[in-house]
């Protein structure tokens, strides 16, 4: 993965809001969990970390931005401080990895209360592959283990004094072995009083739902009672090849039978008055298509004060490139339809078009990740491809030209950035 530009980090688009590490103490507590995974330590003084201890300034120090992903499978995670819960996670081959780590930080808090007060945690988010070569190694992996380490051993010293604890209430003659009751001593004053601090994790196993991934150039898992659905490239490895009756193969070039899976399976929000006229969801769309057809016709035009009058005036003048390109006479008709009918005949909008039109069920399980998908057929909205699809949108970001760069983190910093969780829920309906 290469260096980030620093028009992203600079506005905090990419990298923000992770947990600043500065005091000694923790910095050595961190490189002893890294020594554990045969890594070098770093040199910094400081640097900063996401969720799972993953800190941009440590991969860039060591070259490598998989330090803790090495295979891209079993991610390897550093807990310090138990307010790394709060924190986003910004690199990761799997979408479902802040969500696992979620789980494990909230079902475990009195454990990692308690070990971090003298210990760094560490360990893996093990499954049941080492490597991923094709799509069935992906697909059998069914959930996941944290296996949990601490530098010190508190985790260990902790096990072996809960042993010593029942053998001392269960032995009568237990409490004469003088060698037994001073390894006590000396395990209490690591672990403190067990029986009051919960030192080991009670649950470190967890379901492995539906995610994307980073393997084969991007790929969508989604788990239904009874069947699994894998869209993705048909070049992938393993497409189509196996298990016809439990998993689904749909090529992610085929925006029809994409777009009927999602709606058949009841995660997409179809075009209704109800929510689409007080969103103002297909004005920002329209404005997101002639934006990307501006770039496009005048990739260095300064876009910095472009308002709405003088879009539109762009939009009369190039009135056959408008034409030429659909998208926007399409969401016009839309409009014009909605309001008149309350609805739109989805059916007779063209297959990737319907996804300018749709946005993932709020209530649903997988909404972020359906809006995800949905972004990857309308790339011409970044503002969805940034809030969804972070890996896409630092993918085009590349590829931008200078000037539309700096459009695109204006837009961002005032549109989404301004207020994230308002802009969520009127655009998107979501409320967390």
Not at 164 to 171: A, F, G, N
Not at 221 to 235: E, G, Q, S, Y
Request: net charge negative; with cysteine; hydrophobic share 40%.
């Amino acid at each position: 993965m290469a260096k980030k530009p620093d028009l992203l980090r600079d506005n905090e688009l990419i990298y923000g809001r992770l947990l600043l590490v500065d005091e000694p103490h923790l910095i050595q507590r961190y490189n002893k969990a890294l020594a554990a995974f045969g890594l070098e330590p770093t040199k910094l003084k400081s640097f900063q970390i996401d969720r799972t201890g993953f800190s941009p300034e440590i991969a860039e120090e060591c070259g490598d931005y998989d330090y803790l992903d090495p295979n891209e499978v079993n991610r390897r995670f550093i807990i310090l401080t138990p307010s790394q819960i709060d924190l986003p996670v910004v690199h990761t081959a799997f979408s479902n990895t802040s969500q696992l780590m979620f789980e494990f930080m909230s079902k475990n808090r009195r454990a990692i209360d308690a070990l971090t007060i003298k210990d760094v945690i560490y360990g893996e988010i093990e499954d049941s592959v080492p490597k991923v070569n094709d799509i069935e190694d992906l697909l059998s992996i069914n959930q996941v283990e944290f296996k949990v380490l601490s530098a010190e051993d508190v985790l260990g010293k902790a096990a072996e004094l809960g042993k010593l604890v029942d053998r001392l209430k269960q032995e009568p003659d237990a409490w004469r072995d003088k060698a037994m009751l001073e390894r006590m001593v000396d395990l209490a004053k690591v672990c403190g009083d067990i029986r009051e601090n919960a030192l080991v994790p009670d649950q470190v196993i967890f379901r492995h739902n539906a995610y994307w991934t980073s393997h084969f150039g991007g790929l969508y898992v989604f788990v239904d009672p009874d069947m699994t659905t894998v869209i993705c490239d048909p070049a992938a490895p393993g497409f189509r090849r196996s298990r016809p009756w439990q998993v689904s193969y749909l090529s992610i070039n085929d925006a029809d039978k994409v777009f009927r899976f999602l709606a058949a399976t009841g995660r997409l929000d179809l075009p209704r008055a109800s929510w689409i006229e007080a969103s103002g969801y297909l004005e920002h769309r329209a404005e997101m298509v002639v934006r990307a057809l501006i770039r496009d016709a005048e990739p260095n035009r300064n876009l910095t004060d472009v308002d709405k009058v003088w879009l539109q005036t762009w939009i009369q003048r190039h009135a056959d490139l408008i034409a030429e390109d659909a998208n926007f006479p399409i969401l016009n008709a839309a409009k014009r339809e909605i309001a008149q009918f309350g609805h739109l005949k989805i059916e007779d909008v063209p297959p990737r078009q319907r996804f300018l039109v749709v946005r993932a069920r709020p209530d649903h399980p997988d909404a972020w990740l359906t809006n995800q998908l949905v972004s990857d057929f309308v790339p011409q909205d970044f503002v969805s491809r940034y809030v969804f699809n972070k890996p896409g949108f630092y993918k085009d970001f590349g590829g931008f030209s200078e000037a539309w760069r700096r459009h695109v983190v204006e837009v961002l910093k005032t549109t989404y950035l301004k207020d994230k969780a308002a802009f969520r829920a009127r655009l998107y309906g979501l409320t967390d």
